[in-house]
């Protein structure tokens, strides 16, 4: 596992394959090529999970409305995943009950809704979780006691998975990709690539701490950057296809609010008859999505005042007694979808499965892109694009062996490790904490703090989160910066003081750990204080011809 004074040799090689992007897929990919024996490197511009896989609705779900679009094979894929996800990784991605009402004034009639289910339960007829079941109105609001019922038919309700730690999934699978043999460098910006009589035979990358450039080879590559595809080889490369067509979606967080659902609601929006979710999460509520054109740097993605007025509209008019305000949204977040560029066809018949395409015929050989991929099927895209890789390579293709192997989190009885943890005078709520976002491999954060006790303090009263986590995300996570570990390790981010009350002795255990001065502490700081800015409530001053979710179907 790399430390974070790694010398910068180690990156020599040589390299079967070089990963771009550490996202969800890109760990995935790397994780399965270096399992299956290649020499992979990956290389991240920013941080893991930096991308949009920490921007979704984090629903591990066999994609209902697919069925709209006739995709079966893609939920059959969709329901196979998930199932396998409750298995390999249940202290992350558990089952939950998802509630969708009918109402008479809804586009999608309840017949319909009911045969969807009733193909749902088919294609996922492997499943260990109950089958849907119908609710007349009335057992509806016995469920939901806050539910509009003007109109209201009834209800169907189904399980689907949440992964509320999106963040832990990733780190898990790169200390996975790195135990393999993958080495893992972030902060890492693949620049452009590395051309030998007209093949790719590497990239030429900037270490956006220092500025340096350097370059790695490998007779593959394999861009896995989710919505920034088309961005990575615009330098020293003949011009590519487009082929992301992404569309921004935005979340809204909210505090538990009156009437608020205790299942994940599903249902049809009033407005403009997309499907609208409330989620409860990490205590709050998740309430999305949009979905509107963006062709901008996906790092820009924001929710504007439209987006946010017409998500606050399809609760209040779902939760009559809900009566949200902008002033109730906590934060916001958005990410831009990778979906494949598709101009010619309505965005509802945009293919939403995984491609591989192939840059030879572009005059790039040597590349190989990931279109599309979602967070529910990253290890199928995985196995797809390596079996690929061995292909490209002239080499026989080995077993895949990540559907039989779960993540070390999951190597283990958690009872027993909480209550291991409570006999180590841990707090119940830092023991719950612990075991909740690291499963079995709590005992190893605890154990980090071996040579210096002081460590297991608490650091934010509210969670029970320890100063030895922060210290055990740098030391075994990857994590580079302060921004590294609040936001996409501890998950502070997500807590409503974003981690900030906290944020200057967050800044001094790591400055301890890292040897980091008091200046670059404050450095620290104010890039976490920027990051933060991102979630930001929009004004509604900018808000422009009212309330909507966006031009496309999602
Ligand atoms: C609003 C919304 C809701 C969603 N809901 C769900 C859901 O409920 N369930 C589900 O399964 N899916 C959902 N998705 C889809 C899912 O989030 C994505 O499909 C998935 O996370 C894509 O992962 P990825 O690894 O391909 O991309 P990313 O996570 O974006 O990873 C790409 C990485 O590449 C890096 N990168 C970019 N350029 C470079 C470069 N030049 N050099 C090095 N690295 C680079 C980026 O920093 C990034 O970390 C949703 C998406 C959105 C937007």
């Given amino acids: 596992m790399r430390g974070h004074d790694e010398p910068f040799e180690n990156l020599k090689g040589p390299f079967d394959v070089i990963v771009v992007g550490a996202g969800i897929n890109g760990l995935g990919v790397a994780r399965d090529a270096a399992e299956r024996g290649l020499r992979v490197i990956l290389l991240e511009r920013d941080d893991l999970c930096s991308g949009v896989s920490a921007w979704s609705g984090r629903l591990v779900h066999g994609g209902l409305r697919y069925l709209e679009h006739r995709d079966f094979g893609l939920v059959r894929e969709s329901l196979r995943e998930r199932e396998l996800l409750f298995r390999l990784a249940p202290h992350l991605v558990k089952p939950k009950r998802l509630l969708m009402p009918t109402y008479s ?72 990709a790195a135990a393999a043999g993958a080495v893992i460098r972030t902060k890492a910006v ?68 009156p009437g608020a659902p205790s299942d994940v609601v599903y249902y049809e929006s009033r407005t403009d008859g997309r499907l609208v979710l409330v989620i409860p999460w990490m205590g709050r509520y998740l309430i999305g999505t949009t979905d509107k054109r963006f062709d901008d740097e996906p790092d820009d993605a924001r929710c504007d005042a439209d987006e946010m007025e017409y998500l606050l509209g399809e609760v209040n008019a779902l939760v009559p007694d809900a009566r949200l305000t902008p002033e109730d949204v906590l934060f916001t977040y958005s990410g831009v979808r990778p979906l494949p560029y598709a101009p010619d066809v309505e965005e509802w018949e945009v293919p939403r499965t995984h491609i591989l395409h192939d840059h030879a015929a572009d005059g790039l050989p040597g590349v190989v892109t990931a279109v599309g991929g979602k967070l529910t099927t990253y290890r199928q895209l995985a196995e797809d694009a390596v079996d690929d890789a ?49 499963g079995a491999l709590a005992t190893s954060v605890v154990d980090e703090a071996a040579g210096d006790p002081s460590l297991l303090s608490v650091l934010h009263e509210p969670t029970g989160a320890l100063d030895v986590e922060l210290v055990y995300a740098v030391r075994r996570e990857f994590a580079v910066t302060l921004s590294d570990v609040l936001a996409r390790r501890v998950l502070l981010a997500f807590e409503p003081g974003h981690g900030l009350e906290v944020v200057d002795r967050s800044a001094h255990v790591l400055g301890s750990e890292l040897g980091w001065d008091s200046e670059r502490q404050r450095a620290e700081i104010s890039e976490y204080r920027q990051w933060v800015s991102r979630l930001a409530v929009p004004s509604l001053a900018a808000s422009g011809a009212g309330a909507s979710a966006g031009d496309a179907v999602t």
């Fill in 105 to 176: 004034h809804n586009r999608r009639p309840a017949w319909l809704i009911r045969l969807g289910m009733i193909a749902y339960d088919v294609l996922s007829f492997d499943k260990r979780t109950g089958r849907h079941e119908k609710l007349s109105a009335k057992a509806t609001v016995a469920r939901f006691p806050g539910i509009s019922q003007a109109g209201l038919q009834g209800a169907v309700v189904f399980t689907d998975g949440q992964v509320e730690y999106a963040e832990r999934l990733c780190a898990e699978v790169a200390i996975v």
């Fill in 190 to 257: 693949v620049e452009e690539p590395l051309l030998r009589d007209g093949r790719v035979v590497g990239v030429r990358f900037r270490d956006s701490r220092t500025g340096v450039m350097h370059a790695v080879e490998a007779p593959l590559t394999l861009n896995f950057a989710g919505p920034w595809i088309d961005r990575v080889f615009r330098r020293g490369a003949p011009p590519q296809p487009r082929l992301n067509g992404g569309t921004k979606g935005s979340h809204l967080i909210i505090d538990p609010f």
């Fill in 390 to 438: 061995f292909t490209r390579l002239g080499r026989p293709i080995p077993p895949c062996n990540t559907a039989g192997i779960p993540l070390p989190g999951a190597q283990g009885d958690l009872t027993q490790i909480r209550a291991e943890l409570e006999a180590r005078e841990l707090s119940p709520l830092s023991a719950e904490r612990l075991v909740a976002l690291y």
